[in-house]
């Protein structure tokens, strides 16, 4: 990644606010290949078995949030269920992470959907307030980041809104989630659930839910979880059938839909960091910006 893109520090957007679009890949003639989070394309799914580049691609693409948007316009919740991916970002935390989630329990599960919640409230108020319908229509000079929430292993914590089905009295979890997918999009939330699996994964989420993922990212898997987490019906073109029967590690089959609305998969080659150096573009950001007590940050330069 970094021999593509040289480590730089985040700049606020001008005019008008940047749209959140990250190059996390290269198709087969080396060109880089990037994925929206915008417009109906404001939630993904990543599924990838055990040392598939599942986890490499997670920081491909946090590297790519914390250098390309600055932490005033972009906020980072990182939870991991299985408390070993994002551990890295508790001595090398960006200002962009507002919450970083390292713990297997229900109580927080329920706090952080609850607290989502809220903030969608309280947006909603504001949006209707001053007649702004989506999030670009919000001035840069206001302070109102996209809200950027990633999870990992979402598996665990989607067996947990599982349990709260059917509950009632406002307290079936799924239902909250739901809420959240249909209406964030235009308030600025974006999700990215990743798990090994997609059918275990998914047991948390509606139907209405599952339909607002449209983005799709397929790591080396079953060819059955792969064909369920691509969302794929009718005839697969043999083409596809043997991506799918063969993906090696740190490939993937993107499905995202195309300018003309289209709905395409591609294959593809992940770009990937090596050693430290997210740490070390972390530390850069940290030594040049620092979190002042109204919540946005400050840029030395």
């Not at 198709?27 to 599924?47: I, K």
């Not at 709260?164 to 249909?182: E, F, V």
């Amino acid at each position: 990644y970094f021999r593509r893109f040289k480590a730089v520090l985040p700049e606020r957007s001008r005019g008008e606010r940047k749209p959140i679009v990250i190059p996390f890949a290269v198709n087969e003639d080396d060109e880089v290949v990037s994925c929206s989070f915008e417009n109906e394309l404001f939630a993904a799914y990543m599924m990838g078995a055990t040392r598939s580049g599942k986890s490499t691609l997670l920081h491909t693409i946090i590297s790519g949030l914390i250098m390309n948007y600055h932490p005033d316009e972009v906020e980072l919740w990182l939870l991991d269920f299985k408390m070993l991916e994002f551990k890295r970002y508790v001595d090398h935390r960006p200002p962009h992470v507002k919450y970083l989630l390292l713990e297997k329990s229900e109580d927080l599960v329920f706090d952080i959907i609850d607290q989502l919640e809220r903030l969608l409230a309280d947006r909603e108020h504001t949006f209707s307030k001053n007649g702004w319908k989506k999030l670009s229509d919000v001035p840069v000079s206001v302070y109102m980041p996209v809200i950027f929430v990633i999870i990992d292993e979402f598996a665990q914590m989607s067996q947990i809104m599982k349990e709260t089905k059917g509950s009632g009295y406002g307290m079936d979890y799924t239902l909250k989630l739901a809420n959240l997918l249909q209406k964030g999009a235009a308030m600025g939330f974006k999700f990215l659930f990743a798990s090994q699996t997609y059918s275990d994964g998914v047991e948390g989420l509606t139907d209405p839910a599952r339909k607002q993922i449209q983005q799709r990212f397929a790591l080396k898997n079953t060819y059955q979880e792969i064909k369920d987490v691509l969302d794929l019906s009718g005839d697969i073109p043999p083409s596809l059938q043997n991506h799918m029967n063969s993906l090696p590690p740190f490939e993937s089959l993107f499905k995202w839909r195309a300018d003309d609305g289209s709905l395409r998969v591609d294959r593809l080659r992940n770009m990937y960091t090596e050693g430290d150096e997210v740490d070390r573009l972390v530390d850069m950001i940290c030594e040049h910006m620092t979190v002042s007590s109204g919540g946005s940050s400050e840029d030395d330069r």
